[in-house]
C-alpha cells in the first residue's frame, strides 16, 4: 500500500533558512530511498497555481486558486498526466468527491 505524505506550509513564511531546508530533506530522501519505501515525491507548484472543481446541482463549477471550503481537509490525492489543464479539469470533475466536497488541481514542479 502506498501512502501520500502532504505537507503543508505557509507559503509567506519568511526568515526560512533555505540552503538547511534542502538540506534537510535531501537526508530525508536518501533515507527513503535507502529504505526502499520511497515511490515518489514530486513538489507541487505554489497553491496560487491551483484551480478547484466542485459539482452543485449538476453543475460544474471552476474556481482558480485553492478555495475548498474551511470545514474540509485533504483526504486523498491522484496523479494523472495530461497533456494540459483542461484535461486534467475533465478528470477531477469525473472524481467521486467533486459532488460532495472539492477538488483542488495542482500542477507539479518539473524541477
Not at 538540506?23 to 515525491?41: H, I, N, P, T
Not at 497555481?49 to 481537509?73: H, K, N, S
Request: proline residues 5%.
Amino acid at each position: 500500500m502506498e501512502y501520500a505524505i502532504l505537507i503543508f506550509r505557509d507559503e509567506s513564511e519568511t526568515g526560512v533558512d533555505w540552503a538547511q531546508r534542502e538540506a534537510d530533506y535531501e537526508s530525508y530522501f536518501k533515507a527513503l530511498g535507502e529504505a526502499g519505501v520511497m515511490r515518489g515525491g514530486p513538489r507541487l507548484e505554489p497553491s496560487t497555481t491551483a484551480t478547484t472543481v466542485a459539482i452543485r446541482d449538476g453543475q460544474r463549477l471552476i474556481t482558480d486558486g485553492p478555495f475548498g471550503e474551511a470545514r474540509e481537509q485533504l483526504g486523498g490525492v491522484f496523479v494523472l498526466d495530461c497533456a494540459h489543464l483542461d484535461e486534467a479539469l475533465e478528470w477531477a470533475a469525473r472524481c467521486p468527491g467533486a459532488s460532495h466536497g472539492t477538488i483542488e488541481v495542482r500542477p507539479v514542479t518539473s524541477s
